[in-house]
């Protein structure tokens, strides 16, 4: 008999969530690290309020969504009824959606450009709230991905700092997909540590643990936690979040 909601692939529940705790935990012990030194950020993209909220009441605190628009047509309710919920975006930004970030989530992953970091520098000087901000860092230089290429790196943080007055809190990045991931995270932790930069958002699902022990601060696992979900359903969320 075939499922009422075809859309739905795989389902997780809160003991994913717990899963994850253990995974990270046994990763931070290996690498001799505190827990708390790492930050899960469960990232609900394309996910509904039905998914996340188990996810919530099982303790979950941080989540991180791909798109302004999403992340903006069902986070407010979620929030209100959640307190204490800190929102991510982890995924690319446009100029224009500066303002909306800026007053809904409390970081930002994806500062790579000069027109980025002046609209954000705009904003934060309007609205007096400063979310935590990221460089993102094109390590693979891939020309489909946002990022700013390694060599490029270090003067584009001094001009966040000195041009745009911003806070840099640390570096993301996102390994090539046909790449082994831990050359990659050595080269972010490289130019963090250069620059004066404590934080490192690295590591998803299937190499978390390898990020951990190479010095990440924040991991962004998302089907870990939620599972999978089929296409159709991700095209109906951005159709109404648009």
């Not at 989540?63 to 069902?74: L, M, P, S």
């Not at 609205?127 to 290429?149: C, D, H, S, W, Y």
């Not at 022990?213 to 599972?227: C, D, E, K, P, Y």
């Amino acid at each position: 008999m075939k499922s009422e909601n075809p859309t739905i692939v795989t389902a997780r529940s809160p003991s994913a969530l717990a899963t994850a705790e253990q995974e990270i935990a046994r990763a931070c012990k290996q690498a001799r690290r505190d827990r708390a030194s790492v930050e899960l950020i469960a990232v609900s993209k394309t996910f509904g309020a039905e998914a996340i909220a188990p996810i919530i009441e099982a303790g979950q605190r941080v989540f991180g969504e791909n798109r302004v628009q999403e992340a903006k047509a069902k986070w407010p309710p979620l929030m209100s009824a959640h307190p204490g919920i800190a929102l991510h975006l982890i995924g690319p930004l446009q100029s224009n959606k500066a303002k909306e970030a800026v007053a809904l989530f409390d970081a930002i992953h994806s500062v790579d450009r000069a027109s980025i970091g002046q609209a954000l520098a705009k904003e934060i000087e309007a609205q007096k709230k400063r979310p935590e901000l990221f460089v993102q860092i094109n390590t693979g230089e891939e020309p489909q991905k946002a990022g700013i290429a390694p060599g490029e790196a270090d003067d584009f943080i001094k001009s966040c700092r000195e041009t745009y007055g911003l806070i840099v809190s640390g570096l993301m990045c996102i390994p090539p997909v046909d790449e082994a991931p831990a050359p990659h995270f050595a080269l972010t932790a490289k130019i963090a540590a250069r620059n004066g930069l404590q934080n490192l958002s690295m590591g998803m699902s299937a190499d978390f643990a390898i990020a951990i022990q190479l010095g990440a601060t924040h991991v962004r696992i998302g089907s870990a936690i939620f599972g999978a979900r089929a296409a159709i359903l991700s095209a109906s969320i951005r159709d109404k979040s648009t």
